[in-house]
């Protein structure tokens, strides 16, 4: 999901942010100290937290003062001109009024907005947040001095590194390689070794635990249960002080509100702000499952060296989302080069697969992609079942620069006006019988 980053005025300084969507509330989502609205984007599953956080509501998002895109600076300035930020985003957003959203140490601040201006915000959630971050003896699992210095000294040695801090911020992706590239880029894009440990500092002194009692708008406390970053008795604290707050624990270990189940956070949102939530999918459906790779990604990232190859990869990513985007997709995963998408309907979806083909040929890219129509599961990781299993293995067999489908879409496209050329019979791999393939030809209409 692109959108235009702009620029509002908070004293002296810049601060980026983006507005997505155009729903019936406005909403205004503070992350923590890791962002750059970009560079955010390029990991599928956070623009897909954008997105569904968009689809009710008018989304506002922007990067901290110090960080991403917003002016750089080690002086971050007093908590109080850190609350201004957000009077300072939303005044050049157009919003009066706005839910607020705060996570990790965006929460708060986005309570000491709710608390002194009440009549600017509709209500507040707090995710994976809290009052305090030191300990205290009555705040007993805040990090204690020794803790802090461990932390201080990994920002100095390892920031921008891969491993980094992954293994307790997003443990269901520490193996993920994919994770680890794009994490450790993160980590850069939003600032330096020093902009961090200073940053750190400033959260080290942070205690709002005297204004939550003052905070008199609806409150949503959310929190993962087994959170490794933020402990959940920060949650439960939060929402024990706030007069009247809905407290809501879901499962999981990762911090990062973009990964893991998305759903189950934003659906709690969602149903906090507008009252209702979307309806459950269901568990089997038919679809039309398309699997695409760039021919000769190894060689080519050997020849372009790590930083441009990373660039191609976004731009091939950006490339993807778009065209998925105007033939109603929905990307399943990215793995590397690869991605993995379904659609409602199959001549939407080889017409999706040649507009990729076509939209990266002038950036040098060759893909090949492989159809498949039919019943899917639906599951937490994605999608599962035999059809998923037999579009993968057409893709296999798919020659450089070839769109390939299995019969079974052949057959459903007629009166599309797509043209096939018959490729034989083939044995798939781990499926029973043989399969006759077809691929799409160049000609293809885009309609």
């Not at 968009?54 to 300035?77: E, H, K, Q």
């Not at 009077?87 to 919003?95: F, I, L, P, R, T």
């Not at 309806?279 to 039309?288: F, G, H, K």
Request: aromatic share 8%.
């Amino acid at each position: 999901m692109e959108a235009e980053t702009r620029y509002a005025k908070s004293g002296e300084l810049r601060i980026a942010y983006q507005v997505h969507g155009d729903g019936p509330i406005d909403l205004v989502f503070a992350p923590g100290y890791l962002s750059h609205l970009e560079q955010n984007q390029w990991w599928p599953d956070y623009a897909a937290f954008f997105a569904r956080m968009a689809s009710f509501s008018r989304l506002i998002v922007f990067d901290r003062r110090g960080t991403g895109l917003s002016d750089r600076i080690l002086a971050l300035g007093s908590f109080e001109e850190l609350m201004d930020d957000i009077g300072a985003v939303m005044d050049s957003a157009g919003s009066e009024r706005a839910a607020l959203f705060g996570g990790a140490e965006g929460g708060p601040m986005c309570a000491l907005f709710a608390a002194t201006f009440p009549e600017r915000t509709s209500a507040l959630v707090l995710g994976a947040s809290y009052a305090r971050r030191g300990w205290a003896p009555d705040y007993p699992w805040g990090l204690d001095a020794e803790t802090q210095q461990r932390i201080l000294d990994g920002y100095e040695e390892r920031w921008g590194r891969p491993g980094f801090g992954a293994r307790s911020i997003a443990p269901s992706l520490a193996d993920d390689d994919r994770f680890q590239a794009w994490y450790a880029q993160a980590q850069r894009f939003s600032g330096t070794p020093a902009s961090a440990r200073a940053w750190f500092r400033v959260t080290m002194e942070i205690d709002v635990r005297e204004v939550l009692p003052a905070i008199r708008v609806p409150t949503l406390v959310i929190h993962r249960s087994g959170d490794r970053v933020i402990p959940v008795e920060s949650g439960r604290y939060l929402a024990e002080h706030i007069p009247d707050a809905k407290y809501v624990e879901v499962p999981g270990h990762d911090h990062f509100p973009f990964v893991g189940d998305i759903d189950a956070l934003v659906d709690e949102v969602e149903e906090f702000l507008t009252g209702s939530r979307r309806p459950r999918e269901p568990d089997r459906v038919l679809a039309t499952v398309l699997f695409t790779d760039i021919v000769g990604s190894t060689e080519r990232a050997a020849e372009l060296g790590d930083r441009r190859w990373t660039e191609l990869l976004a731009e091939h990513h950006r490339v993807v989302r778009t065209e998925l985007d105007r033939h109603r997709g929905r990307v399943i995963r990215v793995e590397g080069d690869g991605t993995l998408s379904t659609f409602d309907g199959p001549a939407r979806a080889v017409r999706c697969a040649a507009a990729v083909r076509r939209a990266l040929a002038p950036l040098g890219v060759d893909i090949r992609a492989g159809l498949h129509t039919g019943e899917i599961e639906l599951a937490e990781t994605g999608v599962e079942g035999i059809a998923v299993h037999i579009g993968a293995r057409v893709a296999s067999l798919a020659a450089p620069g070839e769109v390939l489908t299995s019969s079974t879409v052949k057959d459903l496209v007629v009166g599309s006006e797509i043209a096939f050329a018959d490729r034989g019979t083939h044995t798939l791999k781990g499926v029973p019988g043989e399969w006759q393939l077809y691929a799409v030809e160049n000609g293809v209409t885009s309609a």
